[in-house]
């Protein structure tokens, strides 16, 4: 889908590319297939990974039109259709992908680093011997997770949108995509707080003359701040709300409590 992205019609040769081998199937006439592959190097932008599900669609109502006596008549509503679903792969694949695999496969990595005892990615001046195959296995469980999703979808897509070509809904309720959504935010809200308490206990360790209060506060800030953006989303409110209240709280506790931001942590 991104070979040969370009500015003025998006994903359009790779759309193309893909269709091809289904066009040559269903259109042996030559140029009835070069008709095929012009009408698909219009526009096309959509999640690279959620294209799947156009590309099945269309291809069914190819299928159909190649068969048809009124090749015209069926092709009418595709352009329209394709459009849509695009539109709407595009805004659930985004948040899928970019907006929620994409950060977690840092996280698993630092995870799975941590649980085999490699903690440079917080002490950058460890010089104690790690395995290489724990240095390979933290970014390859982050890949892995987030191929295995990637993979799955492009499939399924391709299957489902083969099934009910035409329909401009085609794909749209095979998947209660909100509660996915849902549980990936939760999912890396929940390794975000474990970095974190991770982190904060390491660093006491290191300076454990640090008081369990202290400690304590120290890692509430982090917490807290993560907490707040959750309940902001929550409500509805923009990600530049919660920044504002964490920068109101900023200046509060390092201008007026006199509290030492570098002291606090350093």
Request: hydrophobic share 50%.
């Given at each position: ?142 890949i892995a997770v987030y191929s295995a999703f990637a993979v799955y979808w492009r499939w399924r897509g391709l299957k489902v949108g083969y099934a009910c070509g035409g329909a401009s809904s085609c794909g749209l309720d095979c998947a209660d995509w909100s509660r996915l ?37 120290r890692l509430g800030l982090p917490v807290a701040v993560m907490a707040l953006h959750r309940v902001s989303r929550a409500y509805g409110r923009s990600v530049f709300f919660a920044a504002g209240l964490v920068l109101a709280g900023s200046l509060l506790l390092f201008s ?11």
């Open positions: 889908m991104q070979a040969g992205w370009n500015y003025e019609r998006f994903q359009n040769l790779g759309f193309a590319y893909c269709l091809q081998p289904a066009l040559e199937k269903f259109y042996p006439d030559p140029e009835k297939r070069k008709a095929a592959l012009l009408r698909h190097l219009g526009l096309v932008n959509t999640q690279p990974y959620m294209a799947s599900f156009v590309a099945g669609n269309v291809a069914a109502v190819e299928e159909r039109a190649a068969a048809s006596p009124d090749a015209e008549a069926a092709l009418k509503s595709m352009p329209g259709v394709k459009q849509a679903l695009a539109t709407s792969f595009a805004s659930i694949g985004d948040r899928i992908f970019w907006g929620r695999l994409k950060p977690m496969t840092v996280q698993l990595c630092v995870l799975v680093w941590s649980a085999g005892g490699f903690f440079g990615w917080l002490f950058t001046g460890l010089d104690s011997p790690v395995s290489v195959a724990l240095l390979f296995a933290g970014p390859g469980a982050g959504i849902r549980r990936l935010s939760a999912a890396g809200f929940a390794m975000s707080l474990a970095i974190a308490a991770l982190a904060f206990g390491l660093l006491w360790r290191a300076n454990s003359g640090a008081a369990p209060a202290d400690l304590a506060f007026v409590l006199s509290f030492s931001p570098f002291k606090l942590y350093l």
